[in-house]
C-alpha cells in the first residue's frame, strides 16, 4: 500500500458524487455486487466484491454492532487514535477489469492520500459519513468495458441496475 502527502481535499472536477444504491449477488457469479449511484442522475456502477468486505458494508449500512470492531472499525478506530480523519474517497481508476481506489485522509494539517480497493474504500466512508466519488474516466471506461462484452447489452444492464427496487437489492442483506 502506498501513501503520499498532497493537497488539501476537496472534490476534483473529474469526479462524480456518487451513493451506495445497494447491494445484491451477482445470479451468474454468486458474488456480491455494490451498486454505485451518481446522485445527479440516473447513472448506475457496479462493482463487484468481495463476500467479507460487502459484508463489512452492509454492516455499516444497517448500522449492525458487533460484540467486537470488524477489521474496518479497527481501521477507524486507529486513525481515529492518530488523529487522522477520512475525508473522501474515489473509485480512481479501471484497469484490467479491476478498480482502484484512494482514501484521502487528513492528518496534522497535512492530506495523504492512500491506495486502496474499492470495497475497503467505502467500508471506511461509511464508516466515517464522508462523500464517495467516481472519477469520470472510470465512468466512462466502464461503460466502454460493458458496451464491448458480447453476451453484455451495456443499455439493457444500465437500464435493468436503475430500476431495481429495494426487494432486488436485498435490503442490504448479505
Known sequence: MSASVVHPVTQAPDEVEVQIRGLMMDPVTNMPIVVLKDVASDMVLPIWVG??????????LEKTATPRPMTHDL???LARGLNAEVRKVVVSELRDDTFFAVIWMEHAGETVAMDARPSDAIALALRWDCPIYVNRDVLDSSRQVAGSSPNVNAEEMRRWLENLNDDDMGRYKM
Open 51 to 60: 463476500i467479507f468486505e460487502a459484508n463489512a458494508i452492509a454492516l455499516e
Open 75 to 77: 481501521l477507524q478506530n
